[in-house]
């Protein structure tokens, strides 16, 4: 026994130190505060290549470190100079000039020169990545001088700027990068941004320092940024919450009017590019029926879903379009709920019920989830039984992509303030197979071109207004709902931005005391 | 074991130490099956009826246990949770119980190329991390239920297997055994009749643990994104679903954290009956 | 001397062991259906980018030559590339290690400090107050799921006392040693509550044994013959325990590790698991393997050294 409370005292000695070493941190890290800005992420970032990549936490990461000629403004809807001063474009409308600013510098020195951006965009337009399609209008790219480009187009190209703005058109310096390996892109990151990196534990932290040569004076105003990753929804709040970091992303929605109760955060829902959905594979029965497709558009009940998955805080969705992109048709209704239409599409259809469906999404996801679990309740009131199908992301992904599944749920974000690159995407079979519905309709395909086309704006919008009508009546995806980013900051931190295509400002922020 | 000493510990232990544990186990037990049977039949409530005006009330009379965020009233799920995690916990425990103890009983007592065979195929599976095979299996063969119970049961036999095997060579050399040898019984009545008996209780109580581990690790899957299929009232998905409501909805995933303490109570109440009980049988 | 030649012998069995798990992780994974450029480019990559890489990683030749390459590389000391992170595994390797290591080691301690304790107070005041108390906290952890003693944990300490950092690693050793002392305190819980199980029931086993008797007549105290004798002859089931449970310690780190935003090794194989990044998991798993036949070896090694009656065939 004596032994036994000879332990016991260690063991309470022993955690008494601990708390005693524990109660001298808080206060180192207090005074370090200031000068650095912690952001916890649920996501860690793999990979910086800006070609090659397009998941969030890289691209929201490298857009700290790489600017693009010409960048889309915070709101999403117009565009400003960023290594581009100014920018010309030719009568015919298919020659743009880019007159580069002369004082832009990279992390290491170097003058950003035409030949840099020559090199970058051509890298961007023969690789094989996401973006490609970003420049398939271009003809050539050339350096008229040390600090002039032009670019020459196959035709005039609607949402050219719109395209040149991409991430994946960012700026890289050939020097350090021709001939590099693919290892180099992807973890030695040279740009011309306000931060450059400097250390990076992979999944765990990215940490990355003021570039010294970056031309707006006193610009980032906090001269260190630590992005952490914390995959625990959980955990990450409470790191927020205990003052581990100045910021987190994602919150949940379920915590939103908790954190808005904390006078110490403030809790985020920046406007979006975004818009959930469903893809539906029209290659076999019964989906192959539009009126069955209808019928569960119409049966859908997006209202309860926004209450079950977004707690309220996100808009039902109508057209395919998120509803900050220009030429959304804020009038159309979409394929309101409607459950006695529904039934009556149903029987129209010829389809009989009871039958099966599944719906394969990615496990694990916070969103994905409720909303197959909610759908499987709604559609069961139409004699659909759906059977969830949740599988890890390799597997869910790579069955997606061989249109093995039947429905399949996921979400889409505007990279560029324009309608067509969703258009051409979802509805425009080339690319993804429709999101690989299988979807390929002829009219369709003759809006799309016309779309990426017409120049005069107002003709632009009423096309787009048709092709809006047309993916509604046709149904390939049903489109669920529009959802804010969400995101939890201390009030100390002030100047925090979030773009409406989802990348982060951080060359304003502040940390207060 | 026949010394006096022997003698003596048995007639202390006889008791009635014995029953309080498998009385109480076996009653709460007994209990629960009875629910789990009863509730969802006697309940007004359907486990998977959404109910949006309904979202994340707190316990009360209509909603002893509250709802959830789809407005599913949370007792009448955990009542009928009660069946799929006692089959999970049960049938994941018992099925590597046997084929473990069997297999490391035999690796110990006939030792050589036996023990050779089961222990470096013990090796095998115990150098891959358990949560990493049970994952990567499930990962395999999809999600579900018998998957589950597959992945679980390939990864937990060595446990078992080891730990019989432990105490069977510690048993193999006592006295009794030389004299059983001496008397003419052969080696596998003496494994099967005095041995095992005798080498068991540490298995036995690692498995009634182990029904509440599997129930556990089934609740980690579901963490990890690879559980019961929703919208399975499983208790362990249940928890791990529940865990983003801690502050405005803390009983949807407590409630059934305590439905797992409770069944975990029980086992380990009915497993210390047992394993007394084969301790004093045993000498 | 029988044992060295025993250790021996099982170091030589070692390699084809080792090579045995290799595969059955390589076919296992493979199997697994998901390819990792898919997994790694995303949903909107197209087609030809993805067969792209999978020629560059060399996936689409037979697997029996995929399971060649790698041995060969292997044997070249080529631990291979994280498909994910384009970094060869060795540099994220001892980073990942010293964060698990740290973190078991840590808990397996705390498990010790706690269990023996307990067990030793339960057992000797058995059945009365003291036992029953200590029976009914043990199954708190036992039977609640890792997550959710480690989410409590996170809130109570983490956020409401604020005496420990919600999560991270820190710098230097009383850095980690305050940043791991939660989740090393939630990893442990469940060992802690087996072993005092176990413990407390081979020590109330051993009790009743004849040598006990023999020794109390003789007239030692009963503390001496508690520790010298009782404890030792008790150690057995503890050492086969920590053997095996080593190996699910090391993979449960994964829990505490997502929970505590750890670097470790744990959440690393789940997360290469799921973007199928093949190298690291091959890598991990070797590596692994080779730690647990090794601590295999040793417990078992340890045996005849607390019971001389143990024969080791």
């Excluded at chain 3, 994280?82 to 964060?99: C, E, K, N």
């Amino acid at each position: 026994m004596r032994i036994a409370r000879l332990v016991l005292a260690l063991v309470l000695t022993a955690g008494l130190m601990l708390v005693g070493l524990g109660s001298m941190g808080p206060k180192a890290s207090a005074q370090q505060a200031g000068k650095v800005i912690r952001f916890g992420v649920n996501r860690a970032a793999e990979n910086l290549d800006p070609v090659t990549q397009d998941a969030n936490p890289d691209i929201w990461a490298f857009t700290q470190i790489y600017q693009q000629l010409v960048r889309v403004n915070v709101k999403g809807d117009g565009f400003e100079p960023d290594l581009a001063e100014k920018w010309t474009t030719s009568p015919d409308g298919r020659t743009w000039t880019f007159f580069l600013r002369k004082n832009a510098r990279f992390s290491n020195g170097d003058t950003v020169k035409a030949s840099d951006a020559v090199w970058s965009l051509k890298r961007a337009r023969d690789t094989k990545g996401p973006w490609k399609w970003a420049l398939e209008a271009v003809e050539d790219i050339a350096a008229k001088d040390d600090f002039t480009v032009v670019i020459s187009l196959k035709e005039p190209w609607a949402p050219f700027l719109a395209d040149i703005s991409l991430f994946s058109n960012s700026i890289l310096p050939e020097k350090v990068f021709k001939g590099a390996k693919d290892e180099d892109f992807a973890n030695k990151p040279v740009g011309s941004g306000p931060f450059m990196l400097v250390d990076w534990k992979k999944g765990e932290e990215l940490v990355m320092k003021a570039n010294p040569h970056y031309y707006e004076k006193g610009v980032p105003k906090t001269g260190e940024l630590r992005i952490r990753y914390i995959p625990d929804d959980n955990s990450r709040i409470i790191a927020l919450q205990s003052g581990d970091v100045d910021g987190i992303d994602y919150p949940p929605f379920s915590r939103i009017e908790e954190l808005r109760k904390d006078a110490k955060l403030e809790a985020q829902l920046n406007p979006s590019t975004q818009v959930s959905h469903l893809s539906l594979n029209m290659r076999e029965a019964p989906l192959n029926n539009v009126k069955f497709r209808q019928a569960l558009a119409f049966g859908t009940d997006r209202a309860s879903i926004v209450k079950a998955v977004c707690f309220g805080h996100c808009t039902p969705a109508t057209t395919f379009l998120p509803m900050t992109t220009p030429f959304f048709n804020k009038g159309s209704k979409g394929n309101a709920y409607d459950l006695n239409k529904a039934k009556q599409l149903l029987k129209e259809s010829g389809i009989a019920t009871p039958l099966t469906l599944k719906v394969l999404y990615r496990a694990n996801d916070a969103v994905h989830q409720p909303t197959a679990v909610a759908l499987k309740e709604m559609w069961g009131k139409l004699g659909v039984n759906l059977e969830l199908d949740p599988l890890d992301r390799a597997t869910a992904t790579t069955r997606y992509r061989a249109n093995q599944f039947q429905v399949y749920i996921t979400s889409w974000t505007n990279d560029i303030p324009d309608p067509s690159q969703l258009a051409a995407y979802s509805l425009g079979f080339t690319e993804s197979q429709s999101y690989h519905s299988g979807y390929q309709s002829a009219e369709m395909d003759a809006l799309l071109a016309k779309g990426m086309r017409e120049t005069n704006l107002e003709k632009r919008r009423q096309v787009y207004y048709e092709i809006q009508e047309l993916a509604l009546r046709d149904s390939p995806l049903i489109w669920l709902y529009y959802s804010p980013y969400t995101i939890a900051i201390n009030r100390k931190m002030k100047g925090f931005v979030q773009m409406a295509t989802g990348p982060w400002l951080f060359k304003g922020v502040t940390i207060g005391e | 074991m026949s010394t006096l000493a022997g003698d003596i510990a048995v007639v202390a232990s006889a008791r009635p130490r014995l029953h309080p544990g498998l009385a109480v186990g076996g009653a709460m037990l007994l209990l629960l099956v009875g629910a789990a049977l009863v509730g969802p039949r006697v309940s007004p409530y359907n486990p998977n009826a959404h109910d949006f005006e309904q979202i994340l009330q707190a316990p009360s009379a209509v909603h002893p246990f509250g709802t959830d965020n789809f407005g599913r009233d949370v007792l009448t799920r955990v009542l009928s949770g009660a069946a799929i995690d006692l089959r999970i916990g049960v049938l994941a425990a018992v099925f590597p119980f046997m084929f473990g103890s069997i297999l490391g009983a035999a690796a110990g007592y006939y030792g050589r190329w036996v023990d050779t065979l089961v222990m470096r195929s013990v090796d095998v599976f115990t150098a891959v991390p358990f949560f990493v095979l049970v994952t990567a299996i499930v990962a395999f063969l999809g999600p579900g239920e018998v998957n589950i119970f597959v992945a679980i049961g390939v990864a937990e036999w060595v446990t078992y297997a080891r730990l019989v095997r432990g105490e069977v060579l510690r048993e193999r050399s006592l006295d009794y055994v030389a004299a059983g040898r001496a008397l003419g019984f052969p080696r596998w009545r003496i494994l099967l009749g005095h041995i095992l008996p005798n080498a068991l209780p540490p298995a036995v109580i690692f498995l009634t643990s182990d029904v509440v581990l599997t129930i556990l690790t089934t609740a980690t899957l579901g963490f990890l994104g690879l559980g019961v299929r929703p919208p399975a009232p499983e208790w362990g998905m249940m928890m791990s679903e529940g865990r983003e409501f801690l502050s405005n909805g803390w009983w949807v995933a407590t409630m059934p954290g305590f439905a797992c303490l409770y069944t975990g109570l029980a086992f380990i109440l009915l497993g210390d009956g047992v394993a007394d009980l084969l301790r004093v049988k045993g000498q | 001397m029988p044992l060295l030649r025993y250790a021996l012998r099982r170091i030589g069995q070692t390699l084809p062991v080792a090579l045995l798990v290799t595969v059955l992780i390589f076919l296992l994974i493979k199997l697994i259906p998901g390819d990792p450029a898919s997994a790694i480019l995303g949903e909107r990559a197209s087609d030809a980018a993805v067969q792209a890489l999978q020629q560059q990683w060399g996936l689409d030749r037979p697997l029996p030559v995929q399971y060649g390459v790698y041995l060969r590389n292997l044997v070249t000391g080529d631990l291979g590339q994280s498909l994910r992170y384009r970094t060869p595994v060795v540099d994220l390797l001892p980073r990942r290690t010293a964060v698990t290591l740290f973190l078991v080691v840590y808990s397996m301690l705390l498990s010790l400090l706690v269990a023996v304790p307990l067990a030793m107070v339960a057992a000797s005041h058995r059945d009365r107050w003291p036992d029953q108390l200590v029976r009914g906290l043990i199954v708190v952890p036992l039977a609640s799921p890792v997550f959710w003693i480690g989410i409590l944990v996170l809130i109570l300490f983490a956020l409401t006392l604020r005496w420990f950092p919600a999560s991270g690693y820190g710098e230097g050793f009383l850095g980690h040693l305050w940043h791991l002392f939660l989740p090393a305190l939630t990893l442990s819980s469940f060992f802690t509550a087996v072993l005092t199980r176990n413990l407390r029931s081979a020590l109330i086993d051993v009790q009743t044994t004849a040598y006990v008797d023999f020794a109390r007549a003789k007239g030692l105290d009963r503390r001496r013959v508690l520790f010298s004798h009782v404890l030792r002859a008790a150690l057995l089931p503890i050492v086969t325990l920590i053997g095996v449970r080593l190996s699910y310690t090391i993979g449960g780190s994964v829990v505490v590790e997502t929970v505590f935003a750890l670097p470790g090794l744990g959440s690393w194989m789940i997360e290469s698991i799921f973007s199928r990044d093949y190298m690291v998991v091959q890598t991990l798993t070797l590596a692994f393997a080779l730690g647990v036949m090794v601590i295999n070896l040793l417990t078992d090694l340890i045996y005849p050294l607390f019971d001389p009656r143990v024969r080791m065939d």
